[in-house]
Structure formats: C-alpha cells, structure tokens
C-alpha cells in the first residue's frame, strides 16, 4: 500500500489532520484546520492532500457504541462525499468510537495542561484514526 495517507477527524468547529509516511505504514499528526465553510475546509484539506501527495484520505467515522450512524456520522459524511466528488482522492471511512477519548486520556497521562491539551486533542484523535486503519490494512488478507 504505497503512498501517503491522510487522516481526518471531522468536528464541527475544528478538522485534525495526520498523515502518514510515504509506506503508509505509520501516522504522525500534521495540524488542525479550523471549520469556516465546507468550500474553505475543502480548500484547506486539498492543499495539505496536494502538498503531500496523498493517494488516498481515511475519514473517522463517529459511530454510535452500537454501530449504528447517528447525526454527527451524517454530518461526516456529507463533507467528506463533497470533498471526494471534489478531488478525485479515494476516500475511506473508518470507526472512530472512543479515539476523542483515548487521546484525552493519552495526553492526560503524559501530564499535558487541559488548554495545551484542546490545541492538540483533534490531530491527535486523526492520528489514532489513521494509525487504526493503516494497521489494519497491512495485515494481510487469509
């Protein structure tokens, strides 16, 4: 699986943003876009995706704990299927459950302040996303 991917994790105020090496076999986080208009967000989310040269982006998908897909997982995907038609990059979606939460409490843990910590919790979240996907997709199918 060659080339770099892009990690989001869509909220309604801010976009975090990972990316991965060009194996696509790790994720770092890159940064946050700060929602102003889908137009604007998708603008912003191309050139991060042009400047890296990204084949492919994988979206977090807030499902609800029993699976299904609720409003916040509707508002997802109406951004994202617009940014896809719009770019052309193939767009994957995969399970967010818990990722917010997990990296709240991975930067909690390493004892950074709660203001620091709501800089950096989005990219965070698009990096475990990210990290998810891709080490599901390395394992080889049986």
């Known amino acids: 699986m060659a080339g ?3 990690g989001l994790d ?3 105020k801010r976009i975090g943003v990972a990316i991965s090496d060009a194996l696509s076999m790790t994720a770092q986080p890159l940064g946050v876009v700060q929602r102003k208009s889908i137009a604007r967000d998708c603008e912003a989310i191309m050139a991060l995706a042009s400047e890296y040269e990204v084949v ?3 979206a977090g998908l807030p499902l609800n704990m029993d699976g299904s897909e609720g409003e916040q997982s509707q508002k997802v995907r109406r951004f994202c299927d617009t ?3 719009n770019s052309g990059i193939d767009l994957i979606y995969e399970d967010e459950r818990m990722t917010s939460a997990q990296s709240e409490r991975m930067l909690i843990e390493s004892g950074m302040r709660r203001d620091r910590r709501r800089k950096v919790i989005d990219k965070m979240a698009a990096t475990l996303i990210l990290q998810s996907y ?3 997709a390395s394992v080889p199918s049986q």
């Open 4 to 6: 770099r991917t892009l």
């Open 10 to 12: 869509v909220g309604d």
């Open 56 to 58: 492919r982006i994988v």
């Open 83 to 85: 940014f896809a038609r």
């Open 134 to 136: 891709l080490d599901r």
